[in-house]
């Protein structure tokens, strides 16, 4: 017996409605526990088209399964009620960070912990329910099983999954990624300008080429130092294929970090430096008020607090001249320390294994949600070219940096005087709080102040040095802790450090001094 076209077309929906069953499974698969439901799919839309009469129907996903819906709808049945934004200030550092990451809340321009508390009360009344029961369980010190690790609800955030045969769901998660994304990222061109005795016309000698990042859409452009070091001319070149005149806001050579500013569309005579150009000083213009695109997409900042030995991970930039390039890896390492263009150390680099090639320096590293959480900034290879062990400097590193260059025009930070384990290394050694410190600069402020540093003693034994647990009263659970507390004082500034050494706590006191710049 033949079937209607009725009964056709309700088979044919039948049979897509479980096939978007079995891909909505799939998308809620980091839900543990939570199996698809019909209401997971919304109903379908039916149109007319009036050219044939020919009906089509079209489906959407929700980006949480049925079971995930449920346990948010009895959270907020049951969650305890906090009023206002009292308690936010008793929050660390990486805990706001990581609350406001997990919230979709830029915190980019967030220099101070002050500030960061300031933008979560901002925020407070349109958290998503996973972080505000997150900031509850914080607040009240009491653990709640409804409450998921942060963004453990996005399975496949902000991507339009294609349910068509041309690409797998992972596969268009990272094209929408890369579609959203590469925007952001710019291609920077130096070069140094001369005169011959012959002729009263410039010569442009190129000198290199590198990637940077949109900060905000102010026309902030931050890329590594080594990109324009010694440069007198900088190019940049945006997504839409324009090319703009860039000029120095400021730079930070130990951390390999710059600032740049588009001032105006290119041209040879507005690119000539006015500075003296030295091994380590680019001699770019100094920024100033002028033309800018009229519109920028600013690059969405991460966290790299908290990240993963196989975390996946995505670069990208313009290796060999060949812009926007995507890349995709792995976390390798965390915590590594890697030498800067001035000889000093750059400590908790993250280290991954994303091809990483000459032209990428400067570019993002960013994580599966397509938020910023490193700048790529060298490779080890005996060739040159990528060998699967490339380094970015972490991006909690890279805001405390930049907003200062930003506000500032230089980085003006006090120095405690201290080398300190990575988080990783000291959960290895067996201490669950704190910060360990591994050496102490002679006749810094730590060593007046009397504070030890690891060592060997005669035996070979290791002997731990003293472990910081809060400065000023403010709690220190982390090095990011730490950085944050101490570069919130002024260079001359004291503060009251709480130790612990062989088991017991003390409390002493140390005076900060400039970090100088070499």
Not at 24 to 38: C, D, V, Y
Not at 132 to 149: G, M
Not at 300 to 307: D, E, F, I, M, N
């Amino acid at each position: 017996m033949r079937m209607s076209s009725t009964q056709q077309q309700q088979q044919q929906q039948q049979q897509q409605h479980r096939r978007l069953g079995v891909l909505a499974s799939h998308l809620g698969a980091s839900n543990a526990g939570n199996s698809w439901q019909p209401s997971a799919v919304h109903p379908p839309d039916s149109t007319r088209d009036s050219s044939d009469g020919a009906s089509t129907r079209g489906y959407r996903l929700s980006r949480l399964s049925a079971g995930a819906a449920a346990g948010l709808a009895t959270w907020a049945a049951t969650a305890p009620e906090t009023s206002g934004g009292e308690g936010l200030e008793t929050l660390s550092v990486s805990e706001l960070k990581a609350l406001l990451s997990s919230a979709n809340v830029d915190f980019r321009d967030c220099y101070e912990k002050s500030e960061l508390v300031a933008r979560l009360r901002m925020a407070r009344a349109a958290l998503p329910p996973d972080t505000a029961a997150q900031l509850n369980a914080l607040l009240t010190r009491v653990p709640t099983s409804a409450a998921a690790p942060l963004g453990s609800s996005i399975a496949f955030a902000d991507a339009a999954v294609s349910t068509g045969d041309a690409l797998l769901p992972e596969e268009a998660v990272t094209v929408a990624l890369f579609k959203r994304c590469s925007p952001s990222v710019v291609h920077i061109r130096t070069s140094a300008v001369a005169r011959t005795p012959f002729s009263v016309d410039a010569l442009e000698i190129p000198q290199g080429a590198g990637t940077g990042i949109v900060w905000d859409d102010k026309g902030h452009i931050i890329t590594n130092f080594h990109v324009i070091q010694s440069a007198q001319r900088a190019k940049v070149t945006l997504s839409d294929n324009t090319t703009w005149e860039a000029s120095l806001v400021g730079y930070e050579a130990d951390k390999d970090l710059a600032v740049l500013k588009i001032s105006g569309p290119a041209t040879l005579e507005s690119g000539n430096g006015s500075m003296n150009g030295a091994s380590v000083r680019p001699a770019l213009p100094r920024a100033a008020q002028g033309q800018q695109p009229e519109k920028l997409v600013p690059i969405t900042v991460g966290t790299s607090q908290g990240l993963q030995v196989g975390q996946k991970v995505l670069a990208l930039g313009n290796p060999f001249g060949l812009d926007r390039t995507l890349t995709q890896g792995i976390v390798s390492g965390v915590g590594r320390d890697i030498r800067s263009i001035t000889g000093r150390t750059i400590r908790d680099v993250i280290q991954t294994d994303a091809a990483i090639n000459p032209g990428n320096s400067g570019g993002p590293l960013l994580d599966a949600r397509g938020k910023l959480i490193g700048v790529n900034t060298v490779i080890y290879s005996p060739s040159g070219a990528s060998a699967g062990v490339g380094f970015a400097i972490p991006v909690d590193t890279v805001r405390r940096v930049v907003n200062a260059i930003i506000r500032e025009g230089r980085v003006v930070r006090p120095a405690l005087g201290v080398h300190c384990a990575a988080d990783a290394q000291r959960s290895q050694l067996g201490l669950r709080d704190g910060v360990l410190i591994i050496d102490v600069t002679p006749n810094g402020p730590a060593a007046k102040a009397g504070l030890q540093g690891t060592f060997r003693d005669r035996y070979g034994a290791l002997v731990l040095g003293d472990v910081i647990l809060a400065v000023d009263s403010q709690k220190v659970s982390t090095v990011e802790d730490l950085l944050a507390a101490v570069e919130e004082k002024q260079p001359g500034e004291s503060v009251a450090l709480r130790l612990q050494r062989d088991g017991k706590e003390r409390v002493v006191s140390a005076v900060l001094v400039e970090r100088q710049s070499p």
